[in-house]
């Protein structure tokens, strides 16, 4: 699951925990990857990712090539 990288369990990704769920991916530039995934998902522009923001993310990180199956869902 997806939120599982919620490192302080307050139901939004930050931006560090958006680079822990690339490097999880193999990607090897989180950093980079995080910025535009948050470009492309974080709607409301509070640079995090909420649940309803979720679908968004994993489209593009799936867009980017990434096989998000061993997330286990999201």
């Known amino acids: 699951m997806l ?11 930050s931006k ?3 680079t822990k769920a690339l ?3 193999g990607s090897s530039f989180p950093a980079w ?3 535009r995934a ?9 640079g995090y990712i909420s649940k309803d923001e ?3 993310l994993v489209k593009y990180i799936v867009k980017q090539g990434y096989d998000v199956s ?4 999201f």
């Open 16 to 18: 560090q925990d958006l």
């Open 70 to 73: 061993k997330w286990g869902g």
């Open 33 to 35: 990857r995080v910025w």
């Open 23 to 25: 490097e999880s991916l």
């Open 38 to 46: 948050l470009c492309h998902a974080d709607e409301d522009g509070d």
């Open 54 to 56: 979720l679908n968004s």
């Open 3 to 13: 939120m599982q990288f919620d490192g302080d369990r307050d139901g939004l990704l």
